[in-house]
């Protein structure tokens, strides 16, 4: 039950949201007693004031006419996400903890791992025990085959198959033809080959020749974020036209087969996944699309060299190559976090709650420094929170710090129970679950988070235009009755 303080501050921030009607309704009522008062005669003598002014009047509509038009050229044109797929891997390359240590054993004894000792396979699972990834998430082909196989051709065969699965799906759902799509973004961080994924795509379904076409590369878990920011950029400037968004990353390549533990951590949390997102700036598409963006604010503390070093791409001492995460990830993590959220913070947060931060500003600045920092409520500007399910400790913090609730990240951790860390598509499979339980209400604002190597942490908000179901094929479907799972208390020892 809520307490009376926090009924009052319901109250207040209500007020506060909805202070200019509140203010326009005593204007209306006396505007509207004043008219009743108007006589007969009144009438008459506007009607002969407005025959006599007829040139002033015609210059101040056509000046407000002008006014009109240059605003509505000139304003951001509203983007909006008419539908998106998340790409569900077959059931075969489903993968238990118990499964994928069997197999690296097996790995081990064929010599494609050269370890000489047990530790670093002790240290392996423990890292998969608490990782807060489930029983039934996707590993690639290649790497259930012994020997293993991670060459161009598989690791190709590997995104394709993610990709085009994903985009296929969402043509379906949507009925839009690739023939209408006018702009192309595709990000995988570290599977980059030529031809680019964006260029399969446009092989695959024969996109039209004056495409525009990106492919971002090199940008981490946050690049979806991003791919998003830049497909509203152009779609700024082409009108009338369909933006599609694919996310990815491949896992095939990137398996790490040295004796670095900073480095062994990915191999345990990165899984398949992807997903493709179509976004239109038509405003006829207002009435079939689920969601509108509102903000996308992007961090990047690259200058910093403790944020560029904290997750590299690089050869260990032996000359194997994996990605490494340096002991100050945490420190740049949150850092990072917090510039995103107090860039972010001004453009949501109702007035109450900047109030609030002012105050508590000052008082720290000139009466008590030792007072902590004021923690907006973000419950109060988000009905849902997308938070990138990278691992079960950064979901944690995010919840910690942002004073929100199980129910509030209970998407993220469901996604990285079910389908583990996905990379930047992973906020994908978030925004699905919450469609999939039936919460995604009209009016609801949603913020998805994400952080990645650079450092980089990126954040996109959407408002839903209507009561969202989840559309054909939601990877959840087939295994949403089994969640909320419980976390195995040993994941919190």
């Given at each position: 039950m809520?307490?009376?303080?926090?009924?009052?501050?319901?109250?207040?921030?209500?007020?506060?949201?909805?202070?200019?009607?509140?203010?326009?309704?005593?204007?209306?009522v006396s505007i509207a007693m004043e008219a009743s008062r108007l006589s007969t005669q009144d009438l008459q003598n506007l009607y002969l004031y407005l025959q006599n002014n007829i040139t002033?009047?015609?210059?101040?509509?056509?000046?407000?006419?002008?006014?009109?038009?240059?605003?509505?050229?000139t304003r951001p044109k509203p983007v909006y996400l008419v539908d998106f797929s998340c790409y569900l891997p077959p059931s075969h390359l489903k993968a238990s903890i118990q499964k994928i240590m069997d197999h690296v054993r097996?790995?081990?004894?064929?010599?494609?791992?050269?370890?000489?000792?047990?530790?670093?396979?002790?240290?392996?699972?423990?890292?998969?025990?608490?990782s807060g990834l489930g029983q039934e998430t996707y590993i690639p082909e290649g790497l259930q085959s012994l020997p293993l196989q991670q060459t161009l051709a598989v690791s190709r065969k590997e995104t394709e198959e993610v990709i085009i699965g994903a985009v296929d799906n969402l043509f379906r759902n949507t009925g839009i033809s690739?023939?209408?799509?006018?702009?192309?973004?595709?990000?995988?961080?570290?599977?980059?080959?030529?031809?680019?994924?964006?260029?399969?795509?446009?092989?695959?379904?024969?996109l039209r020749?004056?495409?525009?076409?990106?492919?971002?590369?090199?940008?981490?878990?946050?690049?979806?974020?991003?791919?998003?920011?830049?497909?509203?950029?152009?779609?700024?400037?082409?009108?009338n036209t369909y933006a599609l968004v694919v996310s990815t990353e491949n896992i095939t390549q990137n398996l790490y087969l040295g004796n670095n533990k900073s480095m062994l951590v990915t191999n345990c949390l990165f899984r398949i996944g992807g997903a493709a997102i179509l976004l239109s700036n038509r405003s006829m598409d207002r009435k079939r699309a689920k969601y509108e963006l509102v903000h996308t604010v992007r961090v990047h503390t690259g200058a910093d060299d403790r944020s560029y070093e904290c997750a590299t791409q690089e050869e260990d001492e032996d000359g194997v190559v994996g990605v490494s995460l340096s002991k100050n990830l945490p420190m740049v993590a949150a850092r990072t976090l917090k510039i995103n959220i107090a860039t972010l913070g001004p453009l949501v947060l109702p007035l109450s709650e900047k109030f609030h931060f002012f105050v508590r500003f000052v008082k720290k600045k000139f009466v008590n420094p030792k007072l902590?920092?004021?923690?907006?409520?973000?419950?109060?500007?988000?009905?849902?929170?997308?938070?990138?399910?990278?691992?079960?400790?950064l979901i944690d913090e995010m919840e910690k710090n942002l004073h929100l609730t199980p129910l509030d990240v209970e998407a993220s951790r469901m996604t990285l129970h079910r389908f583990g860390n996905t990379s930047s598509s992973s906020i994908w499979y978030e925004l699905a679950y919450t469609e999939a339980k039936g919460r995604m209400k009209k009016g609801d604002r949603i913020w998805q988070i994400a952080l990645g190597s650079g450092f980089k942490c990126n954040s996109s908000v959407w408002v839903a235009l209507r009561n969202v179901k989840p559309s054909a094929n939601n990877p959840w479907e087939h295994c949403l009755h089994k969640y909320p799972v419980e976390i195995d208390i040993d994941l919190k020892e």
């Amino acid at each position: 039950m809520d307490s009376p303080m926090k009924k009052v501050k319901i109250f207040t921030n209500y007020l506060m949201a909805h202070r200019f009607k509140l203010c326009f309704l005593p204007l209306m009522v006396s505007i509207a007693m004043e008219a009743s008062r108007l006589s007969t005669q009144d009438l008459q003598n506007l009607y002969l004031y407005l025959q006599n002014n007829i040139t002033s009047l015609t210059m101040f509509f056509l000046y407000l006419a002008l006014g009109s038009t240059l605003y509505l050229m000139t304003r951001p044109k509203p983007v909006y996400l008419v539908d998106f797929s998340c790409y569900l891997p077959p059931s075969h390359l489903k993968a238990s903890i118990q499964k994928i240590m069997d197999h690296v054993r097996r790995v081990r004894e064929a010599g494609a791992w050269k370890q000489e000792s047990d530790y670093l396979m002790d240290f392996c699972e423990k890292i998969l025990e608490r990782s807060g990834l489930g029983q039934e998430t996707y590993i690639p082909e290649g790497l259930q085959s012994l020997p293993l196989q991670q060459t161009l051709a598989v690791s190709r065969k590997e995104t394709e198959e993610v990709i085009i699965g994903a985009v296929d799906n969402l043509f379906r759902n949507t009925g839009i033809s690739p023939s209408d799509i006018g702009i192309l973004v595709v990000n995988s961080s570290t599977f980059n080959p030529t031809p680019s994924l964006s260029t399969i795509l446009v092989n695959k379904f024969k996109l039209r020749d004056d495409i525009k076409s990106l492919n971002l590369g090199g940008m981490g878990c946050s690049a979806g974020v991003i791919a998003i920011d830049a497909a509203k950029s152009l779609l700024q400037v082409h009108r009338n036209t369909y933006a599609l968004v694919v996310s990815t990353e491949n896992i095939t390549q990137n398996l790490y087969l040295g004796n670095n533990k900073s480095m062994l951590v990915t191999n345990c949390l990165f899984r398949i996944g992807g997903a493709a997102i179509l976004l239109s700036n038509r405003s006829m598409d207002r009435k079939r699309a689920k969601y509108e963006l509102v903000h996308t604010v992007r961090v990047h503390t690259g200058a910093d060299d403790r944020s560029y070093e904290c997750a590299t791409q690089e050869e260990d001492e032996d000359g194997v190559v994996g990605v490494s995460l340096s002991k100050n990830l945490p420190m740049v993590a949150a850092r990072t976090l917090k510039i995103n959220i107090a860039t972010l913070g001004p453009l949501v947060l109702p007035l109450s709650e900047k109030f609030h931060f002012f105050v508590r500003f000052v008082k720290k600045k000139f009466v008590n420094p030792k007072l902590k920092h004021y923690i907006p409520d973000f419950k109060l500007a988000f009905e849902h929170f997308c938070i990138h399910a990278g691992g079960r400790a950064l979901i944690d913090e995010m919840e910690k710090n942002l004073h929100l609730t199980p129910l509030d990240v209970e998407a993220s951790r469901m996604t990285l129970h079910r389908f583990g860390n996905t990379s930047s598509s992973s906020i994908w499979y978030e925004l699905a679950y919450t469609e999939a339980k039936g919460r995604m209400k009209k009016g609801d604002r949603i913020w998805q988070i994400a952080l990645g190597s650079g450092f980089k942490c990126n954040s996109s908000v959407w408002v839903a235009l209507r009561n969202v179901k989840p559309s054909a094929n939601n990877p959840w479907e087939h295994c949403l009755h089994k969640y909320p799972v419980e976390i195995d208390i040993d994941l919190k020892e």
